[in-house]
C-alpha cells in the first residue's frame, strides 16, 4: 500500500524541520511508499527556508513534494493541493504544529489492513493510554459540542471531528469537492464523508500534546463559529 500525507503549514519555522525528521524516522508498518506533500500557505517567516535547507540536507527524502501558496489562503486551501498532488493509495494530513505524534500513524492503518476501512479517524478523546495535554475548560467543551451537533446532523457516531488525523482513500478524497479554505474543512470533509453511505468508517484514539496560542496554535472563536455554520451547510444545504 503507498501512503500519501498531507502537511499544510503557515509560519510554522520552528517545528516544520523536526516534524519532517519524525515522518521519516517512523518505521510505517507494511506501507511500501510514503510520500510527503508540504504545502506552504505563503508563510511570512523562515517557514520556507526551512523547508528548503531541510531538503538540501536529506537529499535522499525523493519522495518529498513541496508546493507553495503565492498567496495566504488558509489550512482548507493547503489541504485540497495536497490532495491535487495525492497519488497513494490512502492519504493522512499531518499538521506541522507537533502536536501529534507521527508514529501513532500506525494505528490509524490497523483498521485498514483488518477490516479494508476507507476512512479513520484518529481521536483525541477516545481513551485508552494515549496521554491528551488537558485542554480548558471552554475549549474542551466546544470540542464536544461541535462533534456532538456534526453527529446530530451526519448520524455519525465519531469523539473527535476536529481532529487534524483523518486516514482516507485518496480516490474517495479526490471526489469530493472541498470549499472551505480555512479551518471549516473539518467539519465539511466529515459532512461529506458521512453522505458517502457505502464508506467504511473506523476511529482510534491518538495522543494530543496541545500547544497555546503564545506558542503559534491558531485556530479561534470565529472559527468555531464558522464550524457550526460549515456542519449545517454540508449536511443540510449543500
Not at 502537511?7 to 516534524?19: C, D, H, Q
Not at 510520500?35 to 523547508?51: G, L, P, Y
Not at 488537558?134 to 465519531?158: P, R, V
Not at 469523539?159 to 479526490?174: F, H, I, P, S, W
Amino acid at each position: 500500500m503507498n501512503l500519501s500525507l498531507i502537511v499544510p503549514v503557515y509560519n510554522e519555522e520552528l517545528t516544520i524541520a523536526k516534524l519532517l525528521k519524525k515522518l521519516y524516522s517512523v518505521d510505517f508498518k507494511d506501507v511500501n511508499v510514503v510520500e510527503v506533500i508540504v504545502v506552504n500557505d505563503c508563510s511570512t517567516d523562515h517557514t520556507k527556508v526551512a523547508i528548503e535547507n531541510f531538503i538540501d540536507e536529506n537529499p535522499g527524502h525523493k519522495a518529498l513534494k513541496f508546493v507553495s501558496h503565492s498567496v495566504n489562503q488558509g489550512k482548507g486551501a493547503a489541504i485540497r493541493t495536497g490532495i491535487l498532488h495525492a497519488t497513494g493509495d490512502y492519504t493522512i494530513i499531518q499538521d506541522a504544529d507537533l502536536e501529534l505524534d507521527p508514529g501513532e500513524i500506525n494505528n490509524l492503518l490497523m483498521p485498514v489492513f483488518r477490516v479494508n476501512a476507507d476512512v479513520v479517524y484518529g481521536s483525541r478523546f477516545a481513551g485508552g493510554k494515549n496521554p491528551r495535554s488537558i485542554l480548558s475548560y471552554w475549549h474542551s467543551k466546544a470540542n464536544h459540542f461541535l462533534t456532538g451537533f456534526s453527529n446530530l446532523l451526519s448520524n455519525m457516531n465519531i469523539t473527535d471531528m476536529e481532529t487534524c488525523y483523518k486516514l482516507v482513500r485518496t480516490d474517495v478524497l479526490k471526489q469530493i469537492i472541498i470549499k472551505e479554505n480555512r479551518f471549516g474543512f473539518e467539519p465539511e470533509i466529515t459532512a461529506k464523508l458521512g453522505k458517502m453511505r457505502h464508506l467504511i468508517i473506523y476511529e482510534v484514539g491518538i495522543s494530543y500534546y496541545a500547544r497555546k496560542s503564545m506558542e503559534g496554535k491558531k485556530i479561534g472563536w470565529k472559527d468555531g463559529v464558522r464550524a457550526m455554520w460549515c456542519i449545517v451547510k454540508y449536511n443540510l444545504l449543500d
